[in-house]
C-alpha cells in the first residue's frame, strides 16, 4: 500500500529557530495536509495543499506540493514555545484514502 | 463552535467486554472519519461515512469491529468482543463541502482493554 516517509522523527531546537521536515513517498498524491497533534487532544489542521508546486502559509507556517507530488515540506519560522507538538503529513490518493505519515516530534527549548 | 465530541474520553474495561464509542460530528459535515491512533501503527483510517452511508471500510481489522451512522448527527465504533491489542486512541472527524478527509478531529477515546 502506499506509505509516507516523515523526517526528522524529532526535533529539539532553540526558540527563535526555523523548522524543517519533510514527508517522501514512491507514489504520486493529490492533494497533502500538514497536521499539529498536542498531547490529549486529536490532530488539527494546519495547511491543505491541493496542485503540484503549490506554496501555501498559515502564519508562520509555510508548506509545499513537491513538484513530483510525491513529497511536500513544512517551514516554521520564528519557533515559539507553543510550536511544541506533533506535526504529521498526510497524503490524499487516487483512491481516495488518507495515508498518514509517521509524525515529528518537536521539542523547543526556551 | 462546538467541534468534534467524543464519548467517553478514556474507556478501561477487560478482554472480552463490549466497548462502544461515540461521536457527534460538526453540525452540518457531511463526511464522518473513524481513525485509530497507536504508538507502533500511527494513526490508521477505520472506517468513513458520507452523507450517513459507510463508504470504506476496508480498514476495519476484523468482524469484532462495526461502525453505524443512523443519523447525520451521531456515530458509533463497537468493538465486540474487545481484545487486549484493541488498546489505542479512536478518534472521530468530520468535514464538509464533500471535502473527503479529515477537516476536523475530536480529542479521542483512550481505549485500554485489560
Known amino acids: 500500500g502506499q506509505q509516507l516517509n516523515q523526517s526528522p522523527q524529532s526535533m529539539f531546537i532553540q526558540e527563535g529557530e526555523d523548522v524543517s521536515m519533510n514527508c517522501t513517498s514512491s507514489?504520486?498524491?493529490?492533494?497533502w495536509l500538514w497536521y499539529k497533534q498536542e498531547p490529549g487532544e486529536g490532530p488539527v489542521l494546519l495547511i491543505a495543499?491541493?496542485?503540484?508546486?503549490e506554496l501555501t502559509s498559515n502564519g508562520r507556517l509555510t508548506a509545499q506540493f513537491g513538484i513530483t507530488r510525491k513529497d511536500s515540506f513544512l517551514n516554521i519560522s520564528a519557533s515559539i514555545p507553543s510550536d511544541v507538538g506533533i506535526y504529521f503529513c498526510?497524503?490524499?490518493?487516487?483512491?481516495?484514502?488518507?495515508?498518514f505519515g509517521q509524525g515529528t516530534r518537536l521539542t523547543i527549548n526556551p | 463552535d462546538a467541534g468534534v465530541i467524543q464519548s467517553p474520553r478514556h474507556e478501561v474495561t477487560e478482554m472480552g467486554q463490549e466497548v462502544t464509542l461515540r461521536c457527534k460530528p460538526i453540525?452540518?459535515?457531511?463526511?464522518l472519519f473513524w481513525y485509530r491512533q497507536t504508538m507502533m501503527r500511527g494513526l490508521e483510517l477505520l472506517i468513513y461515512?458520507?452523507?450517513?452511508?459507510?463508504?470504506?471500510d476496508s480498514g476495519m481489522p476484523e468482524d469484532r469491529f462495526s461502525a453505524k451512522m443512523p443519523n447525520a448527527s451521531f456515530s458509533t465504533l463497537k468493538i465486540q468482543p474487545s481484545e487486549p491489542r484493541d488498546s489505542a486512541v479512536y478518534f472521530c472527524?468530520?468535514?464538509?463541502?464533500?471535502?473527503?478527509?479529515?477537516?476536523?478531529f475530536g480529542d479521542g477515546t483512550r481505549l485500554s482493554i485489560l
Open positions: 472527524a468530520s468535514s464538509f463541502g464533500g471535502v473527503p478527509w479529515p477537516q476536523h
Open positions: 507514489s504520486i498524491f493529490n492533494t
Open positions: 495543499l491541493y496542485k503540484a508546486g
Open positions: 498526510a497524503g490524499l490518493g487516487g483512491a481516495q484514502k488518507l495515508v
Open positions: 453540525s452540518g459535515h457531511d463526511y
Open positions: 461515512f458520507n452523507n450517513n452511508v459507510p463508504i470504506d
